[in-house]
């Protein structure tokens, strides 16, 4: 794990904006819970897929209770082209249950009682706190996990510990931004299979490219 002087993080922020300017958030919903589903849909998923799905799925059912009286068969059938599909059903039905009956009908706004609901953790929660909710948050999926192990922000698999680096490294009014930027440089840029280093900004400072 590298060591990043002030000066060198400020680097690394504006050379990923120069890079990704356009980086946010690419899945569709209008509002809290259509997000949440979204959001346990996407794993292991492309957000380009799971809008095709939503399109339609949120034009018959949108809410905590029109999911939970949902047939979960019904509900498998409308998700499987996301993968994991009888996983994800039982998780959004329950999930949508427990909003109704522990929440009122309403999508927590805490980490604590979001990771409460079946199907949601701390990633989830940390893209519903950003995105939706406009906290400082870092949620780490597989591109934030492969970029910061590459680059040497932290030698870890484990999203927890690469988490807490992060948020150590970057200032706080940075995480939401930086969940963004790291997503979108692992999705276009820095790639699982073939890493394009001759197009990064950041090759002089990887520590893979180094």
Sequence with gaps: MQ????KEVNEIIER?????PEAHCELNFDTPFEALVAIILSAQCTDKRVNLVTQDLYKKYNTPQQFASLDIKELEELIKPCGFYKNKAKNIKECAKQIIEEFNGEVPKTMEDLTKLAGVGRKTANV?????YKQDAIAVD?????VSNRIGFVKSDDPYDVEMALKKIFPKDKWSRMHHLLIFLGRYTCKAIKPNCKECLLNDICKSRR
Aim: no cysteine; proline share 0%; net charge positive.
């Design 3 to 6: 060591k990043f002087t002030q």
């Design 128 to 132: 519903m706190l950003a995105e939706i």
């Design 142 to 146: 597989t591109h934030v996990k492969r």
């Design 16 to 20: 990923l904006e120069k890079m990704h």
